[in-house]
């Protein structure tokens, strides 16, 4: 996206990586120790993915499998969040929708290398915040 001259629109991107290293460094300690084969299976075909990524030296066929590869880094967390949706921060989804929104607006250059990956965020955060939002009303109603 820098490349294709996406300009201060990458910063909520930048500081969300770190955001994301700090916590799968985080998750070694607290995080919850239920991995499936589909998590699993998710990771394989991520890294396989981003052995492309590395060997692409186009900014499309980049964000292209960037977007793809955070959607499948996603499955999981879609997977745990229908399971245990009270495991999961509805806001942090919410915020990082809302910031990547933000960021669309900021893009000093609108084409499909910056704006694909944001709108992918959007989606899937977007997504994500419905999923807990509804499971957890199922289960306070189920309960009732």
Same mark, same amino acid.
């Given at each position: 996206?820098?490349?294709s ?6 910063t ?5 990586a ?8 985080? &998750? !070694? ?15 394989? &075909? ?5 052995? !492309? #990524? ?17 959607v499948?880094? !996603?499955?999981?967390?879609?997977r ?11 806001s &942090? #989804? ?43 009303c199922?289960?306070? !109603?189920?309960?009732?």
């Amino acid at each position: 996206m820098f490349s294709s001259g996406a300009g201060w629109g990458i910063t909520p991107l930048v500081l969300g990586a770190v955001l994301c290293v700090s916590i799968f460094i985080l &998750s !070694f300690k607290y995080g919850t120790k239920n991995v499936t084969g589909f998590d699993l299976a998710c990771l394989i &075909s991520a890294l396989v993915i981003f052995c !492309f #990524y590395l060997l692409t030296h186009q900014a499309l066929l980049s964000i292209i499998l960037v977007s793809v590869i955070d959607v499948i880094g !996603f499955l999981p967390t879609f997977r745990k969040a229908y399971a245990e949706p009270y495991s999961e921060t509805t806001s &942090s #989804y919410v915020l990082s929708a809302i910031a990547d929104g933000f960021a669309l607006g900021a893009l000093a250059s609108f084409g499909l290398t910056t704006t694909l990956y944001l709108f992918t965020l959007i989606v899937v955060d977007g997504f994500c915040s419905v999923l807990i939002i509804v499971r957890r009303c199922q289960l306070k !109603f189920k309960t009732k």
